[in-house]
């Protein structure tokens, strides 16, 4: 269902710490928008064959119902075959399983397809029944490693437990690379700046209680080499570790060095990156979700270097108005960098409402954009500037 065009407002609230971007000065919706599945947690990497491939959970895509909680958690693999985003089929690859002990559940994360071989992480959450605090945010376990575009899988040599960066989420612990994705350099890594492969996680450092699966205080930056004998070892990773004197950035293999990529206290959520290749921009999508039931903000920053500095896009509130994973797939970017599709899932304490009778006490949510759903939405988008 179509809508007219609209440019989302831009409400920073006080305290913002990002210069509004001369370049990139806001989004405007154009209305066309499509949603496949009734699954969240959709982070599409560009493939060398052309296809995008995406981890998925909680719901169901095809014969596949999938769900990331319980005593052995399992998520799901799905390819996306299509250059028209209002024309997709989305085929489900199966399950996988992995015990989430000593937590209460094992997500998706970071998604990778390089040279063929799909690298697929998980992150834990602590599920404690603990009032709002019930999904705290664990650690990034490792990745599982397919050769074969997700048919068969070789498991994480890491365990919940023993995970890759031995963070914990336990006994009011703080992770800092809690669900780290991959930055979308285009199909098969093309724009990787030296070949390697970052990715950004949310985490926190204070002790206070809002860092959360949709919430924290912290961005990270980490890189690595993408081969199958790298990807799991915590040694062969280099760690942002802010800038010298000047403006030069500081890597550093010593996980105890690393520092935050960009900071504003309770509004670092999950967050995702892409580079928008004929912009010449690194476009952050961050969501800040605190206290996790209800409406949720979807702030953009925009940086000519994938370790910033970083200028305010957007700060849309309510969007979603519960949207959460918003990222922006390389594969669907214009040829002059200015039109593109937000993927992202929405709305899901209504279908946890309608379906299951849980969340009462939370308000039946708006849906703003038109076709925000609890599935693989995606909006069409233009960049303004």
Not at 240 to 250: C, L, N, P
Not at 309 to 316: E, Q
Not at 337 to 360: D, H, I, M, S
């Amino acid at each position: 269902m179509s809508f007219p065009r609209k440019v989302w407002p831009s409400t920073p609230p006080d305290g913002c710490p990002f210069p509004q971007s001369t370049d990139v000065t806001g989004i405007a919706f154009t209305g066309r928008n499509a949603a496949y599945t009734a699954a969240d947690t959709w982070y599409p990497s560009w493939a060398s064959d052309g296809n995008l491939y995406s981890p998925f959970t909680d719901g169901e895509v095809g014969p596949w119902p999938v769900s990331s909680n319980g005593v052995l958690a399992a998520t799901g693999q799905a390819k996306i075959e299509g250059d028209d985003p209002l024309n997709l089929e989305v085929v489900g690859l199966g399950a996988t399983f992995g015990p989430p002990a000593p937590y209460g559940g094992r997500y998706p994360c970071g998604s990778l397809v390089k040279d063929g071989i799909w690298y697929y992480g998980t992150y834990c959450l602590d599920e404690s029944g603990r009032g709002l605090n019930w999904d705290v945010l664990g650690p990034f376990v490792g990745f599982r490693i397919s050769r074969d575009f997700g048919h068969t899988w070789d498991d994480t040599p890491h365990t919940p437990a023993e995970p890759i960066f031995g963070e914990s989420g336990k006994q009011n612990s703080k992770v800092k690379i809690g669900a780290p994705h991959f930055v979308d350099f285009g199909r098969n890594m093309e724009h990787s700046p030296d070949g390697k492969t970052y990715l950004v996680g949310h985490g926190a450092t204070s002790t206070h209680g809002d860092l959360s699966w949709i919430s924290g205080d912290q961005i990270y930056l980490i890189r690595v080499e993408p081969t199958p004998e790298t990807i799991n070892d915590a040694t062969a990773y280099e760690f942002y570790a802010g800038t010298d004197g000047s403006v030069q950035s500081v890597w550093t293999r010593d996980f105890a060095a690393i520092r935050p990529l960009v900071e504003w206290r309770e509004r670092c959520g999950c967050v995702t990156m892409t580079y928008d290749a004929p912009l010449g921009k690194y476009l952050l999508c961050v969501t800040d979700g605190w206290p996790t039931t209800g409406t949720m903000n979807t702030w953009v920053l925009e940086s000519d270097a994938v370790t910033g500095p970083w200028r305010l896009v957007t700060f849309m509130e309510k969007f979603g108005t519960q949207a959460y994973f918003v990222n922006l797939p390389s594969k669907f970017i214009s040829a002059d960098g200015r039109t593109a599709w937000l993927c992202y899932a929405a709305n899901f304490t209504n279908q946890a409402q309608e379906k299951f009778r849980v969340y009462e006490d939370v308000p039946y949510l708006d849906v703003d954009p038109p076709g925000s759903t609890y599935a693989m939405c995606l909006q069409e988008v233009q960049l303004l500037g």
